[in-house]
């Protein structure tokens, strides 16, 4: 019921930025969580960081201070600012939603995009 589009990754020097964006489209709730995890190889997927439709943010540690979400104007648009890169940053991103239902949350993945941070 929920499809997920993510853009904006690709290769980038440390130190640098970059901008990755995810649509949602389909059956959005009002309430919800959106998000972005990352995996890297051989590691398991990770949270990156997450805004609720209320508008609070939490970070992981490894990225507090560089890496800013944010909700777009346009409805169930959501994007993640990287700024001073490194190249332990590099893996796959994946927006995620979940639609906050009474007492249980659905979750929704994208296909993933790849930010590769190397000189």
């Known amino acids: 019921q929920v499809q997920l589009v993510e853009s904006g990754g690709g290769l980038v020097q440390p130190g640098g930025s970059l901008r990755l964006s995810c649509a949602a489209s389909g059956r959005v709730f009002s309430t919800n969580v959106m998000g972005w995890y990352r995996q890297a190889p051989g590691k398991q997927r990770e949270l990156v960081a997450i805004?609720?439709?209320?508008?609070?943010?939490t970070y992981a540690d490894s990225v507090k201070g560089r890496f800013t979400i944010s909700r777009g104007n346009a409805k169930n648009t959501v994007y993640l600012e990287m700024n001073s890169l490194k190249p332990e940053d590099t893996a796959v991103y994946y927006c995620?939603?979940?639609?906050?239902?009474?007492?249980?949350?659905?979750?929704?993945w994208g296909q993933g995009t790849q930010v590769t941070v190397s000189s």
């Open positions: 995620n939603l979940g639609n906050n239902y009474p007492s249980k949350t659905i979750t929704y």
């Open positions: 805004i609720s439709s209320g508008g609070t943010r």
